[in-house]
């Protein structure tokens, strides 16, 4: 059986040293009083949630799955899952970072962020029931009216219902514009929708008696394409004026996807057959409204992706200990046993250690991206607000993109750890693979990512945000370049940085006559960037390293092993994954011909 440990240490390092959350907040009147004790408390709960209660039913979730009764279109979850999602509701934990004013504890996005790390990791099937609420609660909190408001959020808040997002369809996926879905206005102010969605995560179950779902659709007078899309709330039951439910509504499932991956989480083809609904903003603008729901989703799925790096590397760590096999190749490290622990070899050590550092590094990513949005919304200064915004939606992509690329390396790495024994289903290594591949997948594939960070994000604007990125890297250059214990980790993170500033150039210009070298540059590009970004974080993670290490030699006290391990898994970083952007710019570079000029091999 697989094992979980929440990695509080690390979430402390990054939150209270890396970020100095708690300085950060007291400029957010709202978090003002939000303090370090207070955080620590809350995390160390959550993660005794997330590890004694979801944890222990996701191989069975996985093995059992959700089955749908097609006579009455409802879904079962597996078992377990309705009852832990009754203890996650008595605990107060959906409303943690909700607003007071629908009954939310208030609590800053950053401390949600790492709570949803931890379930990720115990249980990401399960944690996508209460996750995708999140997203519809922000959503309407955004766009709903008061009426909308004051009748869904406090259920939403409470986790009392849950909510998803519909837009896919059978013909079109991310080409939302192609959507078919109607909706029909009706003479008391709502519409009735019709059509088909496909792929809806937690479109229906049994943890929670309705579930509030924000709808795709298409008015009579739309014009075509995603100019003429517009947002719905369509719930299970309809919802009378006091709240209360009401008949059952016209969206069904008719019909769940068998998935690789996952599988404790309800997949479902929505039915809508007249479904009631009412507008959430103005008509035709449901699009951008809706953007915010899946933005959320995209920094979310990151987070499951992070969660399942972490899980994979625990228990690949351990089995790594205990697993004796050959001998290590510089002599004998247990003499007393009949062959060596594997960790002692050396690409045991590359596949653990790749791992680790994507996860702690994933880790700084994250939180400050959540710090960020929590700027976004709060701080009363609105040059810093709209900043953050900025600076929030350049790295969304990255986040989404380069951090689930890597948890399926990571992933993959562990179970290799694992040999024969990572392909049996007991162990749980195959599972945290099989869950990490979609989320390459969904929400937006990692290539659309990519042109969205390139072409829209970076281009979009000649790099002015990546620039206020480059901004902080440039600091903490010009802050160490003299500190010779820094230069393994200032010099490469320097010479990426200007690297990249021609490279961006060369691109740009490249995609002036031809648009296709955007799309063949993407990817790669993206992950160039990802790994400036999170170089910067690891040289931040070393800096204060190396700070608290000598700080103990100086008052002559044993060195505390976290901050050894830190600097031992920056130096991996710097050395083994950041060199990857090497290949990537010379790949970059070829340009678009050697791709576009295949008819004859595609033929």
Known sequence: MPIYTPPLRDMQFVLHELLNVSAELKALPKHADTDADTINAVLEEGGKFAAEVVFPINISGDAQGCQLNRDTHEVKAPDGFKEAYAQYVAGGWPSLSCDPEYGGQGLPFVVN??????????????????GLS?????????????????????KLTSGEWTGTMCLTEPH????LGMLRTKAEPQADGTYKLSGQKIFISAGEHNLAPNIVHLVLARLPDAPPGSKGISLFIVPKFNVAADGSMGERNGIYCGGLEHKMGIHGNSTCQMVLDEAVGTLVGQPHKGLAAMFVMMNAARLGVGNQSLGLTE????????????????????????????????IVHPDVRRMLMTAKAYAEGGRALACYCALLLDKEINHP???????????????????KAFTTDNAWEATSACQQVFGGHGYIKEWGMEQFVRDARINMIYEGTNTIQSLDLLGRKVLGNQGATLKKFGKLVEQLVKAEMANEAMGEFIKPLADLGQKLTQLTGEVGMKAMSNADEVGAAAVDYLRVVGHLVLGYFWARSAQIALAKLAEAEEEAQRPDPFYQAK?????????RLMPETSSLMRRIRAGSDVLMDTDAALA
Not at 172 to 175: F, K, P, R, V, W
Not at 567 to 575: E, G, I, M, P, V
């Open 567 to 575: 600097l031992q898994t920056a130096r991996f970083y710097f050395t």
């Open 172 to 175: 079109c996926g991310t080409d």
């Open 311 to 342: 899980v994979a590397y625990q228990n690949a760590l351990a089995y790594a200990k205990d697993r004796v096999q050959m001998r290590s190749l510089t002599g004998v490290k247990a003499p007393g046993k009949p062959a060596d622990p594997i």
């Open 113 to 130: 962020q790492c709570f949803y790390e931890m379930l990720n990791s115990s249980n990401q099937a399960w944690t996508m029931y209460p």
């Open 134 to 154: 999140h997203g519809a609660y922000e959503c309407l909190h955004a766009h709903g009216t008061p009426e909308q408001k004051a009748l869904y959020l406090p």
């Open 381 to 399: 200064d609105e040059a810093v607000r709209a900043e953050a915004a900025e600076v929030v939606a350049l790295l969304t992509p990255i986040v």
